[in-house]
């Protein structure tokens, strides 16, 4: 089977030859395992021998000025389209320092709002034209990268404490936030869609939980953003297509609602934020395909990593609706051998 045969499966929940096995391992993880007899120039997902998920990506941001404003042998403190002042370092795998939001006030936003027109440039046009038959050829899953919600706005538009305070005092606001990214997304995916460059599902990063509890209360979630995710759950099942969030955090009094309006898959069901992969399968394995729940601080041990593999997959893959991978990304700490052993495992656990 190919891997668009095995996600549709897993989607529908019916078995195939295996489970899908996808990841995204960091960068100093690539450079790690090249060093360590990966041959360069080569997929690292050919080398294992497991699935490819393709995404396309539009570019609904403001597009205000980009600019480096100091560059120093450690880091460079560069602005980027959505109005965000970073810092970014220089070593491998380093998490930016967010320094300031322009978009900061509902008069900034009306701003920004203006700026996020619907061009055609914003779609990677040449990119599909060279890549996208490949795909199809040889049967890749693709996905449609949606960008909107909670986590993205407050990432890297407005800024965290501003828009929780907002939800509270300015929900007026921050609604119409979520509403135009989703209606950005939404017009130049149909563009996309309509000049035959179909996808499979859509997908859209919106973490809501942190360790142990959720940014924000679920009567919160249901008066605020539960309506967007609908919408967009919504589109994606008027076209035939699944629809799968991307959620880290501790989410678990959450789940019913994300089933209730019909969220397909879940990822990445965070283990050591206080995320069930068992207990989501006993509860919801019928309705909703889980992707992800394997501890990814297990990665550098092989023996744990194996004995976790081998106690988690048997139950999550039964009767389809699983999809592989570490409850984030790859780390660096994993070597080569142990990615090797990892997935040797999964392939044993995960095949049906």
């Known amino acids: 089977m190919n891997t668009f045969e095995r996600f ?80 970014n370092f220089k070593e491998l795998d380093s998490t930016p320092e967010f320094l300031d939001y322009k978009v900061t006030t509902p008069e900034a936003w009306a701003d920004a709002k203006a700026r996020m027109t619907l061009d055609d440039d914003r779609i990677p046009w040449d990119f599909l034209k060279k890549n996208y038959p490949l795909w199809r050829k040889e049967g890749r899953f693709v996905e449609a990268g949606f960008w909107f919600g909670f986590d993205v706005t407050h990432s890297w538009m407005a800024g965290t404490e501003t828009v929780l305070i907002a939800m509270y005092e300015e929900p007026e606001w921050v609604v119409d936030m979520f509403n135009t990214y989703l209606d950005r997304c939404i017009a130049l995916f149909e563009r996309v869609w309509d000049a035959g460059y179909t996808f499979d599902a859509i997908h859209w990063y919106d973490d809501m939980g942190y360790k142990g509890a959720t940014f924000f ?47 397909d898959c879940l990822n990445p069901l965070e283990v050591k934020a206080g995320m069930e992969p068992l207990t989501l399968k006993k509860k919801y394995g019928d309705r909703l395909t889980l992707h992800g729940g394997i501890n990814a601080v297990l990665w550098d041990d092989r023996d744990a990593i194996v004995a976790a593999i081998e106690e988690a997959v048997p139950v999550l893959k039964k009767n389809g609706g699983y999809i592989f991978s570490s409850d984030h990304s790859i780390p660096n700490s994993v070597s080569l051998a142990n990615m090797q052993a990892i997935i040797d495992t999964v392939k044993k656990a995960g095949a049906y």
């Open 217 to 263: 209360s679920n009567d919160m979630y249901r008066e605020l953003l539960k309506p967007v995710h609908r919408r967009a759950v919504e589109w994606a099942h008027n076209r035939g297509i699944w629809a799968h969030l991307h959620s880290c955090g501790d989410i678990m009094t959450r789940i019913d609602d994300l089933v209730e309006i019909g969220v």
């Open 8 to 87: 549709t499966r897993a989607f529908r929940h019916e078995e195939g030859d295996r489970i899908p096995i996808i990841d995204e391992p960091w960068a100093g993880t690539l450079r790690r395992w090249h060093a360590e007899g990966m041959p360069e120039g080569i997929d690292w997902r050919d080398y294992f021998g497991i699935d490819k998920l393709e995404r396309i990506s539009v570019d609904i941001t403001p597009r205000y000025e980009v600019k480096v404003l100091e560059d120093t042998d450690r880091y460079q403190i560069v602005t980027t389209p959505w109005g965000v002042t970073l810092k």
